[in-house]
């Protein structure tokens, strides 16, 4: 049999066709899908000159079928945008690439600030088989607009300098900017000193030169021919801004010439041009005599400020909320304080100065505490004082919030294992071996492994940042330094010379295990509203006592941790002496807790000592709080040891051991830490 030449392919057409014609049909024919077509049927005309918001309208149709969509670009048909299923739309688009003003005319008005910039629009159909006409419909025009303009008239704005004067280093401005044709949506606004110029350049200083150089400077000049890695112009949406504390004189000990100036940008893109006084810039100098009142703000769980400190953003956490109380004491001039006034996020909208307005949010008397809750991210509030001569100050308080571990997702939650060791002198001392920090390492994997953590080293002094912190739903801090014989550490810190974030952190929901060599070393300082730096108390140190006493800012061992009083610290304890001070065993108080054992072999002396110092002992919980004692020295009822259960199992806990787990049995602290965690509402990772 002669096989077929037809390949099977072939043959299945053919055999189709056949059945076809012997059904009596015709066979079909297929046309290719044909693209569809587009046109702009108004918008501005074609390379005329048009506004900065340009009404577009086009249409389209298919031969075919129907048109399901329509993309467009612009500039260049490269990148489309769509799908869009209307005919038409309002653009607004830029007009800030060339203006036709110079920077500094000799002549001239701001409304003569017209910015140009030329565009083309494309538009296509897309039929219902996904074609797309390959001849978009096109469509160039010139959009132009009129620059804004700004006031900083000191007659309409009168608690800044007027342009010449004299001001006290607290320095506000407020300005209002029009645009002829649009919206103002932003600002540039800048702050230089005759100093800063004289160091950029050889132009001999005149007032007209000062206002010319700082119209076309770019980066901030910090010496001669250096430049700061930031801008001049500083952008901004508000319309006001607070200079808290101006130096009167430069390096060379001549008084500071200053010149402000803000220009303003509308939503088209366009710049305000023209730096004149002083319309929108103003010369002025500030001198120390002219100061007002001197203010000093306080926060629940940001710290204080106080007028003349150094300007810092404070990191906190938004915790259970914020609230600001202040005061003020009498300026250089003598006069006594007038009046207060408060501001939030911006000074556009300052309450009216008032005696009485001394906190905020405002208390109501026998209702409950009114907080406020900002958002995550920075924060401003300003208060102002004024006396009887007329003088004024002004301070504001900047804040970075975190919404703290409660927000986090729970894939990005983790324990952090704070490890704020500096054993300078425990280690000279014999009392932990040499090389303790690398050690404490592998007894926190042995402690902890069962969970997942990360661990952060201060080395005695690295920072623990607020955003290491934030997602971590439960933080141990272990003090490894001996405070009272020299040594330091972070928390030591916190109490002495900077905002402490950890009372914020947990109110926000965090755990804390606090326990190390004697940690109320660290905490034993009280710090005055009117007085920036902490004084150190004697023991006993009384914590509640800054709850009542209205001239001490409330210390978060009573706030957050729930102490009242601690009544002494243990140092070291060799010879015969320091016998009936060793701790021989932690003697568990509520049940699920251990015993904690000393263990003899952690230190060479250990054997003969039969017990350790380095220690808090005397620790009363505040009458009225959750706090409990947890733990006592040896068989006495001298407390070692309390908790703080507020929400039992999930967040916002804490646990305060006033000794340090190295000198106990490795496994009995182990089985604490499992306890404490468990109540935490923290889960092993490891079966």
């Not at 978060?556 to 060793?582: D, P």
Request: charged letters at 20%; a negative charge; hydrophobic letters at 35%.
């Amino acid at each position: 049999m002669r096989k077929s030449l037809l390949s099977p392919a072939i043959a299945v057409v053919m055999l189709a066709i056949a059945v076809a014609s012997g059904c009596g049909t015709e066979p079909e024919i297929f046309s290719p899908n044909l693209p569809p077509n587009t046109r702009i049927s108004a918008g501005p005309p074609e390379a005329q000159d048009t506004g900065y918001t340009v009404n577009l309208f086009w249409f389209g149709w298919d031969n075919d079928g129907f048109v399901s969509h329509y993309e467009i670009a612009w500039e260049t048909p490269d990148e489309w945008i769509g799908p869009i299923f209307g005919n038409d739309s309002l653009f607004r688009v830029e007009v800030a690439e060339t203006c036709c003003v110079e920077p500094i005319p000799d002549f001239g008005t701001p409304r003569d600030s017209v910015y140009e910039q030329y565009h083309t629009f494309f538009v296509r159909s897309v039929d219902n088989n996904g074609e797309v006409d390959e001849t978009p419909a096109v469509r160039s025009f010139n959009s132009k607009t009129v620059a804004p303009h700004t006031n900083t008239d000191a007659q309409r704005f009168p608690f800044g300098p007027r342009d010449g004067s004299v001001w006290g280093t607290s320095v506000e401005f407020e300005w209002v900017s029009e645009d002829d044709d649009g919206t103002v949506v932003s600002y540039e606004r800048a702050l230089a000193t005759q100093e800063q110029f004289n160091w950029d350049t050889d132009i001999p200083f005149t007032n007209k030169a000062f206002v010319q150089w700082l119209d076309t400077l770019t980066y901030v000049p910090v010496g001669p021919n250096q430049y700061k890695d930031s801008l001049i112009w500083e952008a901004a949406v508000e319309d006001s801004v607070v200079f808290p504390d101006l130096p009167d004189v430069d390096g060379t000990g001549a008084r500071h010439l200053y010149l402000f100036a803000v220009r303003a940008v509308d939503d088209a893109g366009a710049v305000e041009r023209i730096v004149e006084r002083p319309r929108n810039a103003t010369r002025f100098t500030v001198s120390s005599f002219l100061n007002g009142p001197r203010l000093t703000v306080t926060s629940n769980i940001a710290g204080t400020w106080r007028t003349g400190s150094p300007a810092t953003v404070r990191q906190v956490f938004a915790g259970n909320g914020l609230r600001f109380t202040w005061r003020a004491t009498p300026g250089p001039s003598g006069t006594a304080v007038a009046g207060y006034s408060y501001a939030v996020e911006d000074t556009t909208d300052w309450t009216p100065f008032s005696i009485n307005s001394v906190e905020w949010p405002e208390q109501v008397d026998g209702d409950e505490e009114i907080l406020w809750f900002p958002d995550p991210g920075p924060h401003s509030f300003f208060v102002r004082a004024i006396d009887q001569g007329g003088f004024i100050s002004v301070l504001k308080a900047q804040l970075d919030v975190f919404s703290g571990p409660r927000f986090c997702k729970q894939e990005d939650q983790y324990m952090l294992i704070v490890l704020d060791t500096a054993p300078g002198s425990l280690e000279e001392n014999g009392i932990l071996p040499t090389g303790y920090a690398d050690i404490e390492q592998g007894l926190v994997d042995y402690w902890f492994g069962d969970y997942s953590y990360q661990t952060f080293l201060t080395r005695g002094s690295n920072q623990v940042k607020v955003d290491v912190l934030n997602c971590a739903t439960t933080t141990v801090w272990m003090v490894g330094a001996a405070i009272g014989d020299g040594d330091n550490n972070v928390l030591l810190q916190f109490h002495t010379q900077q905002p402490n974030p950890l009372p914020s952190y947990v109110a926000s929901g965090g755990n804390l295990l606090l326990l190390g060599t004697g940690p109320v070393q660290t905490m034993r300082y009280f710090e005055r509203v009117e007085e920036s730096n902490p004084a150190q108390q004697a023991f006993p140190v009384v914590f509640s006592t800054t709850l009542t006493d209205s001239t001490l800012v409330p210390h978060w061992a009573s706030t957050i941790l729930g102490v009242s009083r601690v009544v002494e610290s243990i140092g070291n304890t060799f010879g015969t002496g320091g016998v009936v001070n060793r701790l021989r065993v932690a003697r568990s108080s509520v049940p699920g807790y251990p015993d904690l054992p000393f263990d003899p072999l952690t230190w060479p002396s250990g054997p003969s000592q039969r017990g350790f110092g380095y220690y808090d002992r005397g620790i009363i919980p505040l009458t009225g709080s959750n706090t409990e004692v947890i733990y006592k020295a040896n068989d006495s009822d001298l407390a070692i040891g309390v908790r703080n259960l507020v929400a039992p199992g999930t967040f916002g806990n804490t646990v305060y051991l006033g000794f340090h787990p190295y000198f106990l049995e490795r496994p009995a602290f182990k089985q604490l830490v499992n306890a404490v965690l468990t109540d935490f509402g923290e889960t092993p990772t490891a079966p």
